[in-house]
């Protein structure tokens, strides 16, 4: 039921948004005047430009959609999106229009108070949601066609109910019912899809195959829009179309052109920027506390206080890489006797009970502390504060062709494979989240992966 309400439940939550954002308005007023403010003209204006402003940008965020597997952290994004530019607009509108004065502060308390509320709102009705589905209300029936590309979808399916997708059926090869026979229906190849729409209830059909049959998506598709079902396909080749093509002209000939890095000069250089002032800060901020770990480390055993390590930086580039000293000062010599206990795959050397670190090293990698020197290396220009991690020589003389490509973008403090689970990722999958990043790169990305970052530290379960 609660699906033929999907419209109803947008426009509630579009409306409770706007509230919000009424009400954040009228607390920064109260912190700032320690009144309820009187209802005046000016007043009454700016808090329709409220409802003007906030309807426009909630719809243009997608704040007011439901999303089924949307993350939390992007939903705190788009609310600190809307909270920011909607302050924005009522300072402008303020000053445009010569309404009552309002300084910075009470705009500063709105948008905090605004951010705050509304994430507050968004994180309740997600949950309600969730649980929900989580019970087998609200679903969307599914009909996946697919080979072994699919598996993954599958299993992202299997692992999350919360999001609420039912597989009624799967029309797969014999390694997909191999794994998941025991679990969904799977019907043969040669399936009529436009009789199976009309027999059962689909909500939504999902393509995934690695060959992809032009015939095959064209009827397809036109089955799904003739009948209301939506239709989603999914395509490695996607990954390297997404925001990376562009029609180049050879005089007046276009070439389609694929490049595999970012290329918005723009967007790249505010990451430029936002690199440097954002290491400035980290490093003022941070600069007692980087003295006291310097009187620990050399309290706790001898050698210097910081680790510098040859690295491979963008496309090949070799720079030295700075840490806190977290192991014993001949470190690297002992390295061939332990080589046997890696548990790594891949080029790689990570032991869990590693007895080349120090009991400081153990805290301070644990807290991630030891890193924070490599702000001097973002200062520097040598990396970025988001990137892939930059490896060591010998693991970039191992690396296969397709992997030289995590080199094609400045190496990183934090990146993908860091916040989503470190040494328990194989190196492959490592190396794949890596390209993933690169393929989809934005600031809005980058920003996902900050937030991810400050969630990791302060599990403190570094290693």
Avoid at 155 to 178: C, F, H, N, Q, S
Avoid at 261 to 280: A, E, H, T
Avoid at 410 to 429: A, D, H, L, M, Y
């Amino acid at each position: 039921m609660l699906k033929e309400k999907t419209g109803l439940v947008n426009t509630f939550i579009a409306i409770g948004d706007v509230i919000i954002a009424i009400i954040s308005f009228n607390i920064a007023l109260y912190i700032e005047f320690n009144q309820f403010p009187v209802l005046t003209k000016d007043s009454v204006i700016l808090q329709l430009l409220i409802i003007i402003f906030w309807g426009v940008l909630v719809n243009g965020f997608g704040l007011n959609t439901l999303y089924r597997s949307r993350p939390y952290s992007i939903i705190f994004l788009n609310c600190a999106g809307v909270a920011a530019i909607g302050a924005a607009l009522m300072a402008v509108a303020i000053l445009s229009f010569n309404l009552f004065y309002l300084g910075l502060r009470p705009l500063i308390f709105f948008a905090a108070s605004d951010l705050i509320l509304t994430f507050i709102f968004k994180l309740c009705i997600y949950i309600f949601f969730k649980r929900v589905r989580k019970k087998g209300y609200n679903f969307l029936n599914v009909l996946v066609i697919g080979d072994s590309t699919a598996a993954s979808i599958l299993r992202l399916i299997l692992m999350r109910p919360e999001w609420g997708y039912k597989i009624t059926a799967v029309i797969g090869d014999d390694y997909l019912e191999k794994e998941f026979g025991d679990k969904y229906l799977f019907l043969p190849a040669n399936t009529d899809i436009e009789q199976l729409l009309k027999d059962k209830t689909i909500d939504e059909i999902i393509l995934c195959k690695k060959d992809m049959n032009q015939k095959e998506i064209e009827n397809t598709v036109q089955i799904c829009s003739e009948m209301g079902i939506v239709f989603r396909m999914y395509s490695s080749f996607f990954n390297m179309l997404t925001n990376k093509t562009r029609l180049h002209f050879f005089g007046t000939m276009p070439l389609l052109t694929i490049s595999n890095i970012p290329s918005n000069y723009l967007m790249l250089g505010i990451k430029k920027i936002f690199d440097f002032v954002f290491s400035l800060i980290m490093l003022i901020i941070f600069s007692p506390l980087f003295f006291i770990i310097a009187i620990i480390i050399k309290l706790d055993s001898k050698g210097p206080v910081f680790f510098r390590q040859k690295r491979v930086g963008l496309r090949g580039r070799r720079f030295y890489v700075y840490k806190f000293r977290t192991m014993v000062a001949d470190a690297e010599n002992l390295k061939e006797e332990l080589e046997d206990q890696n548990e790594m795959d891949g080029p790689v050397f990570k032991i869990a009970n590693d007895p080349r670190i120090t009991r400081v090293g153990i805290f301070l990698r644990k807290s991630s502390l030891d890193e924070m020197p490599q702000f001097f290396n973002v200062l520097r220009g040598d990396m970025s504060v988001v990137g892939p991690r930059p490896p060591i020589p010998s693991e970039v003389k191992q690396y296969e062709r397709w992997q030289h490509r995590r080199l094609s973008m400045k190496p990183g403090i934090t990146c993908i494979w860091q916040v989503s689970g470190r040494n328990n990722i194989p190196f492959e999958e490592w190396m794949k989240m890596d390209m993933e990043y690169i393929d989809n790169w934005s600031l809005k990305l980058d920003a996902i992966i900050l937030v991810k970052t400050i969630r990791t530290v302060l599990k403190y379960d570094g290693r």
